[in-house]
């Protein structure tokens, strides 16, 4: 909130400073006179009123000075001949000469430099502030500081995979890059080569984002997250700047995890992008940073150790560029958990709650079927607040049914169509 603010304050500041500038640039002019041009007839006629003392005549103009001492000045009309003039004026007794224009003092000479020079200065000013607060709203609040920085270093709880239940399958997938996180020089005597991307998909709510983390602190590492959509800007090139810095954020703390959640919305199928540069530049700086180009093939073992996580639950759409060995080298598979699974999962939240005696997970676990981890945690907690509200001192195996029975009405609810149900399937 702070860079927020002095942002704005700059902004302020900058758009005082050019209004400034012009009101100043305004203000001699404002205050300049304009000397009004009469007729040259009216030369004439004052002159045959006896109203003037003196004419001075000049190339294209003619300054009368009245007996009155009031002066103003009258267009001279060359065709009429200087001659013609002066033998009108001397009828009426008026004397008259040559206007010339007066030398500048050095002073009057600095000050007419100095107006020249700042109108043309103030323009340029105006402009090159325009400019720099045009450049600083393009980049946000945060264009002092490193991308990496806005990417948050998740504290380790040092729970690791003791905490994951219910997909044993991608468990034993990714203990390999555990091992690989923890002990690369084992990797590296045998020429085996640690995977560079590990691709998550599943169904949302299976648990793509707590595993990442879970490989981090199971390997004891460095943990960096984002979402894809943080990649996604307006103006081009601002995308690929983040992918440059997040990487170099997590070569600095090798070894170190990178995990990008729903990447899928920075690396569609090209063909699928409808010309749109900025996510193309960006899953372009993302293949570059995942081919690992400042690293030589034979020193592979002494480059900075990054493992890249993504998660995604639309993999069809994604890049085949991306998917290919070499970059995420696999594709582990986080599904539904099957029953035993969900039992396994409600033990692990149940263990948060107090239990009544005798409370039957095996009964919840079949009741629940379909349902992912983030169901399962959010059953327990909804039998939790049952429980609350029927002021009962545990949650007892009725609650945790109801709140099944909930969860369920919840999710026929989301296959309405207007005010009208979808027919399911028998």
């Not at 000045?73 to 040559?98: I, S, Y």
């Not at 002990?183 to 998550?200: M, T, V």
């Not at 954020?249 to 409808?274: H, N, Q, T, Y």
Request: proline content about 4%; aromatic content about 6%.
């Amino acid at each position: 909130m702070a860079t927020t603010a002095t942002f704005s304050r700059l902004v302020r500041r900058c758009t005082r400073y050019a209004l400034g500038g012009l009101a100043a640039l305004a203000a001699p002019l404002a205050r300049c006179e304009e000397r009004k041009e009469e007729p040259f007839s009216k030369i004439l006629d004052d002159a045959a009123a006896g109203k003037v003392q003196a004419v001075r005549v000049g190339a294209d103009r003619c300054e009368i000075t009245l007996k009155s001492g009031r002066s103003y000045d009258a267009k001279h009309v060359p065709w009429l001949g200087t001659d013609w003039l002066a033998t009108r004026l001397r009828e009426h007794g008026v004397r008259f000469g040559a206007l010339t224009v007066p030398e500048l003092t050095r002073d009057e000479k600095r000050r007419a430099v100095a107006k020249g020079l700042f109108a043309v200065l103030a323009p340029v000013a105006y402009l090159y502030f325009a400019y720099r607060i045009l450049m600083k709203a393009s980049r946000g609040p945060h264009q002092d500081e490193s991308v990496a920085n806005q990417y948050e270093r998740k504290k380790q709880r040092k729970r690791g995979f003791a905490g994951v239940a219910g997909v044993d399958k991608a468990l034993r997938e990714l203990r390999e890059v555990v091992a690989c996180l923890r002990d690369p020089a084992a990797f590296a005597r045998i020429g085996a080569r640690c995977p560079r991307g590990i691709l998550l998909t599943g169904p949302s709510g299976t648990g793509k984002t707590l595993l990442a983390r879970c490989v981090a602190e199971e390997a004891d590492c460095e943990f960096l997250s984002c979402s894809g959509s943080a990649f996604v800007e307006l103006f081009v090139g601002r995308g690929s700047a983040r992918v440059r810095n997040l990487f170099a954020k997590a070569r600095s703390l090798a070894p170190c995890v990178v995990f990008i959640d729903e990447i899928d919305a920075i690396a569609k199928a090209r063909g699928m992008l409808s010309h749109n540069d900025e996510r193309e530049q960006t899953l372009n700086q993302i293949l570059c940073e995942l081919d690992g180009f400042e690293a030589k093939d034979d020193d592979a073992a002494a480059a900075p150790l990054v493992v890249l996580l993504a998660a995604t639950n639309r993999p069809e759409i994604l890049d085949d560029a991306l998917v290919r060995p070499g970059r995420l080298d696999r594709c582990v598979v986080v599904p539904l958990p099957d029953e035993a699974g969900r039992r396994e999962i409600l033990k692990v939240h149940a263990a948060r709650v107090r239990l009544a005696p005798g409370v039957s997970l095996d009964r919840v676990a079949a009741r629940a079927d379909g349902f992912s981890g983030a169901d399962l945690a959010n059953v327990v907690n909804e039998g939790a607040l049952l429980a609350v509200r029927g002021s009962a001192d545990a949650v007892t195996t009725e609650h945790l049914l109801d709140a099944v029975a909930k969860a369920q009405e919840a999710k026929r609810a989301t296959r309405r169509r207007g005010f009208e149900l979808v027919p399911e399937a028998d």
